[in-house]
Structure formats: C-alpha cells, structure tokens
C-alpha cells in the first residue's frame, strides 16, 4: 500500500469508511466491516504519523457522513433552518467525530512497531481507546461502536463477557490477522488465530448466564402521533384518548408500557387523567408504565420521566410525586438541554425545541416496580450508554425497558441504529429488552439479544408477547469494563515500553 500515493490513499481511506454503515442495521452485512478495517490498516502501512492522521480522518468523515446523515432529519423537518445551515452543521459534527479516528492514525503511526505487534496489538488497542475517549468526552457519542454491527455474528458472544467494546476489539484483531497475512503472506496462522476468535465467539453466544422467572403478557403500545401535532395544546386529550382506548386489552396483561412523552404535558396538568388510569389498571390487575413530564415545584425543575401506576408493590400505585418513577440522567443535546443557550436558542427554532430544557436525574436510581417484575429503565438515547444501564441492573432487576421517540429522524437509519443498540443491550445483561416507541420502531427483545416481534413503523399498533423475565448477572454486568479496561491498558502500555526500548 506505501505505492500508493497521498492523496490517492486518502481518496481510497473515505470510501473504505463509507462502507462501514452497511455493516450496521437496516443493512447489516457484518462481513462488511472486516473489509473496510483491515483496508484502513493496509493504508497506514509506513505511512508517516501526519500522514496516518489524514487517512484516519477521512476514512471516519466517510464512515460518519454515511452512517450517522439521519440526523440530518429532525433539522429538516422540525429546525426551521436553511439547507444550506442543516447541512454546515452535520459536517461539524462529522468533523468533530473524526478528530478521534485522526489520533487513532497519528498515534498508531507515531509509534511503528514490528508487523505482528503494530497490527495485532497496538492499533486495536490504540483504536479502542479513543473509542471509548468518544463515547465520554463531552457527554459522549458511542453510536456506531464497530461491536453493534456484529449482533448477528459469531463474535456477539463476546458481548456476556466483555460487552459491545469486546465485540469491538475481536473485530479489530481479526482485522489485525488478515493485515499481517496479506504483508506476510502467514495464511494458515491468520486463518487458524481468526478460526478460533469465531468458534469462541459462538460458542459463548450459546451460553446463558441469567436465571429464568416466571413469564409476564406484555403489551408494548405505539401511538404513532404526528410528531407536528405531538406538543399542540388542542391534540393532547385526542393522544390520552387514543393511548386508553388502544390500551384497553381483552386479554390478561401483567404490563402495558406507552413510549416516552406518552403524555405530552406536566404530570399535574393532567393528574385527574392520570388517578382514572391508576384505577382501571388496578382493577384488572395490571401494571403500565408511560413516558410524561415531571415538574418539581419547590426546584422549578424539570424531568423527562417515565412513571409506574395501576398494580404495583406501592399501595396506592400512583400519588403525586410517588417514588415508583424515573428520571432521565443522559439528556440529548440540543433535543433536551441546550448547551449556551444565551446565544444558540435565538438563532434558530432548532435549538428551541418543545421541552429542550430538562434537568438531569440521578446517575443511579432504584428500578421501576410492577406487581412481579423489576425494571431497569434507559429513556431513548441512553440506551447507548451500557455503563449507566449496568449501575442501575440489580441481581433481581428482571427487564430492561428503553422507551423512545423516534419521530424525529422519520424513514431513516436511525431508528434501526437504535433498535440494534438495544439489542446489543439484551445480550450484555442476558435480560429481555422492552421497546416501546412513538413511531417505531416498537419491538420485545430477548435475553440473547434477538428479536421476536416487532410492530411495524408508522402504524397505530399494539403488540403483546409472553416476556420471561431473567436475574442474575452476566460475566459483563458483575464487572463492566474492567477487565477490558486493564487489558488494553496494559497492552498500550507493554507497546509503548517495546518502542521506547527498541530505539
């Protein structure tokens, strides 16, 4: 690849990290990523530490202009802002993404090792760790965290153990593998070291780690209201209505749980609404959970906060300001809190969206309470955050449940990217996952990870299913990151020390 020229490289570096969307769901040819990785590290092959910059650069621009453009979409739709402006600020973002992937070739060409230790050591633990630098910094963004693309593959067995950062670094060594045996021509070992990652990999995605209970009939139930209609004062009691009719179930249900800002107004706004609900739910014996809007008068705060009623461990099920709640901690950018809102909330209506200035929950909060269940809740893009979802899964919590609003980015790859984050989820903590949304996409997923039912987008629709609860702890959600952590720490360090000592 050092014939290669410059720029040449660089041209060949964006569309390498264009393919790497297509790995992901809607598409998820997962094979896709080995192609596009091992390309990036063939490309960096004696390539200078400025020069590896530029090819790490670009090839994330390619990879996030493709893979993350869906943004794009709420601006379209509900910013009120020229083309021209949507489109400025979709290449910041894109830019301030790729500034990781820019360290991760200037590090890795910085320090050049020997072929085996360069490709298969240090730039899958030099890349891991400004991943994870990206999934924090500044409140973080881990969206296409290369480990979700495998949730159809072998290598999703690592996620138990290790979680979907795992995932990510046997894909980076099997990338380092078939680097070293395309420079020196070592096919048998690459093939026989890559054999063994995957074999391991699916026979742990085999094991179970989490203890069955008894099953729960869910009913998991998408609206579908007009995101334009969702927030106006005249369409709020049409929506309740709509959410109760579609909720009145024939069937026996131990759970119904409505999608995030469900009931789009202040809890004590519509507190009579709410006592009614808490009343049919529990004469028939049931529990619901519903997204609303929690406004704490002595603080003058706001939450967004998804809310418990009917029949449940509490004795009156619903009072106000009842502890049976929870409240978002990892609020959205822009969608949520506005970061110098002095100076960006007259700019545009984008940055002064319906309810953009929520304050944070706890880190840590106790898990929603059912008549038979314990659920660890995770409100829209926190789910992305597996760290935050693993503080707040006890041994007995029993589900997870992640409610959304997707509306906003329409037909778009964003809520796939979402809902394959969930699964990856279900896998890490060996529970069922339940995904309620407004307009889709709505899905149960089990404690593996898969999914087996799902309404379909843009359609007024309720599904119910036979969920079995899981407890216990998955090998991931006992330690987290740290093993992780300590390994590659090491490693980067034994790599740094080898280099240093060879010269």
């Known amino acids: 690849m050092n014939k290669i020229s410059p720029w040449q490289a660089r041209i060949i570096a964006f569309i ?36 590896g910059a530029k090819i790490g ?32 600020l979709m290449a910041l973002l894109w830019t301030y993404l790729a ?10 060409q910085r320090f050049k090792l020997t072929t085996y230790w360069q490709y298969g050591l240090f730039i899958p633990v030099v890349w891991l760790l400004f991943d994870w630098l990206r999934g924090h910094f500044l409140t973080g963004f881990p969206w296409l965290w290369l480990g979700y693309s495998q949730i159809d593959s072998p290598l999703a067995g690592f996620a138990p153990i290790l979680g979907v950062q795992g995932v990510t670094l046997a894909i980076l060594f099997i990338c380092g593998c078939l680097t070293i045996a395309i420079k020196q021509q070592t096919w048998l070992k690459a093939g026989l070291t890559i054999g063994l990652i995957f074999v391991v990999g699916g026979f742990l995605k085999q094991q179970t780690y989490t203890e069955p209970q008894a099953p729960s009939q869910v009913a998991l139930v998408q ?24 909720s009145q179930i024939q069937q026996p249900l131990d759970l119904i749980i409505w999608p995030e800002s469900a009931i789009a107004a ?23 959970i519903t997204g609303i809007i929690e406004y704490r008068r002595p603080e003058n705060t706001y939450y967004n906060t998804l809310i418990a009623v009917g029949d449940t461990p509490f004795e009156h099920g619903y009072e106000p300001n009842h502890t049976n709640r929870y409240a978002k901690h990892h609020l959205l950018p822009i969608g949520e809190f506005v970061p110098f809102e002095e100076w ?20 840590v909060q106790p898990n929603l309470q059912t008549k038979q269940n314990k659920l660890a809740p995770a409100i829209c893009y926190e789910i992305a955050y597996s760290e935050q979802l693993r503080q707040n899964i006890q041994a007995d919590t029993s589900m ?67 969920v079995i609860p899981m407890q216990g702890h998955t090998p991931y959600g006992r330690f987290g990151s740290w093993p992780l952590i300590i390994f590659v720490s090491a490693i980067f360090s034994l790599c740094i020390w080898r280099f240093y000592s060879s010269n």
């Open 223 to 246: 609206g579908n209201i007009d995101q334009n209609l969702k927030w106006e004062d005249e369409h709020l009691w049409p929506s309740l209505k709509l959410y109760y009719q579609l």
């Open 266 to 288: 202040l809890e004590f706004n519509v507190e009579p609404f709410i006592v009614r609900l808490n009343k049919d739910m529990k004469d028939r014996e049931t529990s619901l």
């Open 344 to 363: 960006l909330r007259p700019l545009a209506p984008y940055f002064d969206l319906p309810m953009s200035s929520f304050n944070r929950g706890d880190y």
């Open 99 to 108: 500034l990781f992937t820019l360290l991760v070739g200037y590090v890795s």
């Open 400 to 466: 997870i449940l992640t409610v959304s609003n997707d509306a906003w980015f329409g037909d778009s790859n964003g809520p796939h990217q979402h809902l394959e984050i969930a699964q990856m989820r279900a896998l890490e903590f060996g529970r069922p996952v339940l995904r309620a949304t407004n307009t889709g996409i709505t899905a149960f997923i089990d404690h593996q990870g898969k999914i087996t039912s799902r309404a379909e987008q843009f359609k007024t629709q309720v599904i119910t299913q036979e």
């Open 16 to 51: 390498l990290g264009s393919l790497v969307p297509l790995a992901f769901a809607p598409y998820s040819y997962w094979p896709v990523v080995f192609v596009s990785i091992t390309g990036l590290m063939l490309l960096l092959d004696q390539r200078s530490a400025k020069e």
């Open 57 to 88: 650069f670009l090839f994330a621009m390619g990879m996030y202009a493709f893979g993350i453009s869906w943004i794009h979409v709420s601006m379209d739709l509900f910013g009120g802002m020229p083309t021209i402006a949507t489109w400025s």
